[in-house]
């Protein structure tokens, strides 16, 4: 299974964008990546999905480079109410139901 | 349309005993998972059951097992506890499991054993 490599915090303002990289050397060709967002007790939120080249939806776009090595995962004009834990995964295409997750990137948004 | 629900929210228990925790997943979904988090090992993958057949399993000890009913929901059931089972228990809906599916998390239950 590819291991994820993602920063262990960051930190940004309101209204800035974050963009939160995650390195995965060892993609394998039918694997795909994945982000969730996670409130303190509360359980994970899924972001966003993709395969290749850019995915966008309301919230976040996520971006993969041709390599498919690495990822980004960019949060618009952030808010306080985005300070979060945020998980970059590698689903791999016979995993059924499970999602393996690393230790996260904490964000936390201020003022 | 209703999220995941879980019960109970929360437990207290003593090493020994046994628990049962309780996952209804979202209308139509038919694939449940559990996952435990901890501030030590962070999220891990337990189990995942479909149409009543556990399909995958993670690396934990017989001591944490499992079932899903023909209404798709869902209980684990964690025998002997021990105090490195405290953790929050999430479990987690979706479709039918296929990678593609987005997995809706419960709020979780928050068990302590003493």
């Known amino acids: 299974l590819a291991k994820t490599t993602q920063p262990i915090s960051m930190d940004s303002y309101e209204g800035q964008e974050v963009n939160i990289t995650c390195s995965h050397n060892n993609i394998a060709t039918n694997d795909y990546i994945t982000w969730y967002q996670q409130f303190p007790s509360q359980g994970p939120r899924f972001i966003i999905q993709g395969y290749k080249t850019k995915v966008t939806n309301e919230v976040a776009s996520l971006f993969i480079p041709a390599d498919r090595k690495s990822s980004t995962l960019s949060l618009p004009r952030v808010s306080l109410s985005d300070t979060a834990v945020y998980y970059c995964?590698?689903?791999?295409?016979?995993?059924?139901?499970?999602?393996?997750f690393g230790a996260g990137t904490q964000v936390v948004v201020t003022p | 349309k209703a999220g995941v629900t879980q019960t109970p929210r929360y437990l207290i228990k003593t090493r020994g005993q046994q628990v049962t925790l309780s996952c209804s997943p979202i209308?139509?979904?038919?694939?449940v998972s559990w996952y435990q988090q901890t501030p030590g090992q962070g999220l891990q993958f337990l189990f995942e059951?479909?149409?009543?057949?556990?399909?995958n399993k993670g690396n934990f000890p017989g001591r944490f097992s499992g079932r899903q009913f023909s209404n798709s929901r869902s209980e684990m059931n964690v025998s002997t506890l021990e105090l490195g089972d405290s953790a929050l228990y999430l479990c987690?809906?979706?479709?039918?499991?296929?990678?593609?599916?987005?997995?809706?998390f419960g709020p979780g239950t928050r068990l302590t054993v003493l």
């Open positions: 995964l590698v689903v791999r295409s016979d995993s059924w139901g499970k999602l393996q």
């Open positions: 987690a809906s979706s479709l039918v499991g296929d990678p593609t599916d987005t997995q809706y």
């Open positions: 209308s139509g979904h038919r694939s």
């Open positions: 059951y479909f149409s009543e057949t556990q399909r």
